[in-house]
């Protein structure tokens, strides 16, 4: 199976997933997506981005703020994010201030 990747902020989270025929049909795949965050991410500008994997057939994930407790955020924030090939994912890791590992005890 092939994978994609992409980078997600912490404190964000995604939200719709698009595949070749527009948003990804429940129906017809009959499951979600493949998307799984990794325990790796980076450092850039001071803020922590988790890596995310997904498979080849989604192309875009919609990703958004996660909501604090007692905190509703107005739909201003949407960001649509493009996937990464591995060989991209490891420019960016070479590019950035510093990697982290999330500890899963």
């Known amino acids: 199976m092939i994978m994609k990747y992409f980078f ?13 025929g527009g948003l990804w049909n429940y129906e017809e795949w009959r499951r979600e997506p ?7 991410g980076i450092i850039e ?3 922590t981005l988790w890596l995310y994997q997904v498979e080849d057939p989604v ?9 604090q407790s007692g905190v509703v955020h107005s739909i ?18 070479n590019k950035s201030e510093s990697l982290v590992k999330k500890n899963n005890w």
């Not at 997600?8 to 595949?19: I, M, Q």
């Not at 493949?34 to 790796?40: D, E, G, V």
């Not at 192309?59 to 909501?67: A, G, H, I, Q």
């Not at 949407?78 to 090939?85: G, I, P, Y």
């Open 59 to 67: 192309l875009m994930v919609e990703v958004t703020p996660m909501e």
């Open 8 to 20: 997600l902020a912490e404190g964000w989270t995604y939200d719709r997933v698009w595949e070749f």
């Open 76 to 93: 201003g924030q949407v960001v649509l994010k493009r996937l990464s090939t591995p060989e991209q994912v490891l420019e960016q890791i």
């Open 34 to 40: 493949h998307i799984q965050q990794l325990n790796i």
């Open 45 to 47: 500008q001071g803020q």
